[in-house]
């Protein structure tokens, strides 16, 4: 997999939120970074239920 600066830049973001989050109270991202975090996240998550639910089907069918 390729990562592009977007990536580099909401990785980043990822890892300031969990820090920052936790210990400070001036943790403000912008809400153009949350949004395109959100939308990886979910398509990060519908690939896991997928390859998930292809796993169990196979499992089912051996």
């Known amino acids: 997999m390729n990562e592009t600066a977007e ?12 820090a920052q989050s936790r ?15 959100f ?3 979910a398509e990060f998550n519908r690939v896991g239920e997928n390859i ?3 796993y169990l089907a196979e499992l089912g069918s051996a």
Do not use: G, H, I, N
């Open 7 to 18: 990536d580099k830049l909401l990785f980043a973001l990822l890892q300031d939120a969990y």
């Open 52 to 54: 998930y639910r292809q």
């Open 39 to 41: 939308s990886k996240v």
């Open 23 to 37: 210990y400070s109270l001036d943790f403000d991202p912008e809400e153009q970074q949350v949004t395109l975090l």
